[in-house]
């Protein structure tokens, strides 16, 4: 293995951390009144972790086999003009999205907080909301996705690719495991850190800013591909 290929995976782990379900949940559930359940945090986590390894495994293993036929259908004209228009709407949509704030205590936001925070029903339920979180954000965790164009490109074993993948999202899930451990100890006087950082994440305009940035990149690709502006 390259060994710039480690370096890259890691830089895009670190970004991936930073995520809705990575990072901010596991920030609600540390804030909860009382003790700090750690079961609870570890359960989450682990299977945010277990989807994505899981799901990363099936990509990576599928795309090598159908990698040329990708490739093909990626260099059409009709796909390169979609891709365009993709990319154009959402640049514009993500000023839309920064515009348009919802007040405090309302949208998904708020009620992605109460479930994290008053959900009493054991493990099954906090798995399902990891689970249910993963899924949401799959399709908009862009730093997963180019790991496993990475992986993929790189014909690694079977095993490698495994073993690849598993790191990926350890050093993902690093961020939230060292904030438990800060959180147990020292306990209470973390609370404003934590507290800080939620509120940031949960009231700045980091999705507009991706979705115009991805926006951005896709509709200069298709740019470029059509001959429409120079590489």
């Given at each position: 293995?390259?060994?710039?290929?480690?370096?890259?995976?890691?830089?895009?782990?670190l970004i991936d951390s930073t995520s809705f379900?990575?990072?901010?949940?596991?920030?609600?559930?540390?804030?909860?009144?009382?003790?700090?359940?750690?079961?609870?945090?570890?359960?989450?986590?682990?299977?945010?972790?277990?989807?994505?390894?899981?799901?990363?495994?099936?990509?990576?293993?599928?795309?090598?086999?159908?990698?040329?036929?990708?490739?093909?259908?990626?260099?059409?004209?009709?796909?390169?003009?979609?891709?365009?228009?993709?990319?154009?709407?959402?640049?514009?949509?993500?000023?839309?999205?920064g515009r348009n704030k919802k007040p405090a205590?309302?949208?998904?936001?708020?009620?992605?907080?109460?479930?994290?925070?008053?959900?009493?029903?054991?493990?099954?339920?906090?798995?399902?909301?990891?689970?249910?979180?993963?899924?949401?954000?799959?399709?908009?965790?862009?730093?997963?996705?180019?790991?496993?164009?990475?992986?993929?490109?790189?014909?690694?074993?079977?095993?490698?690719?495994?073993?690849?993948?598993?790191?990926?999202?350890?050093?993902?899930?690093?961020?939230?495991?060292?904030?438990?451990?800060?959180?147990?100890?020292?306990?209470?006087?973390?609370?404003?850190?934590?507290?800080?950082?939620?509120?940031?994440?949960?009231?700045?305009?980091?999705?507009?800013?991706?979705?115009?940035?991805?926006?951005?990149?896709?509709?200069?690709?298709?740019?470029?591909?059509?001959?429409?502006?120079?590489?």
């Amino acid at each position: 293995m390259d060994a710039t290929l480690p370096a890259s995976l890691a830089v895009l782990a670190l970004i991936d951390s930073t995520s809705f379900g990575t990072l901010l949940i596991p920030i609600w559930l540390l804030l909860h009144p009382g003790r700090v359940r750690s079961g609870r945090i570890l359960i989450f986590l682990g299977t945010v972790a277990a989807f994505y390894f899981a799901l990363g495994l099936i990509v990576t293993l599928s795309a090598g086999a159908l990698l040329p036929q990708i490739s093909s259908l990626l260099a059409t004209r009709p796909v390169q003009w979609a891709q365009l228009v993709l990319g154009v709407a959402l640049f514009f949509w993500s000023f839309v999205m920064g515009r348009n704030k919802k007040p405090a205590g309302q949208g998904r936001m708020h009620r992605w907080r109460e479930r994290a925070l008053n959900d009493e029903g054991g493990a099954l339920p906090l798995a399902g909301l990891a689970l249910t979180a993963a899924a949401v954000e799959v399709g908009s965790m862009l730093p997963y996705i180019a790991a496993i164009g990475l992986i993929t490109t790189a014909a690694l074993p079977t095993a490698t690719v495994a073993l690849t993948l598993a790191g990926y999202c350890l050093v993902m899930i690093t961020p939230a495991l060292l904030l438990l451990a800060g959180r147990l100890l020292a306990g209470k006087r973390l609370d404003p850190l934590l507290t800080r950082i939620g509120d940031w994440m949960s009231n700045s305009e980091t999705i507009a800013w991706i979705v115009g940035i991805v926006g951005f990149l896709l509709a200069r690709d298709a740019a470029a591909k059509l001959m429409l502006i120079g590489r």
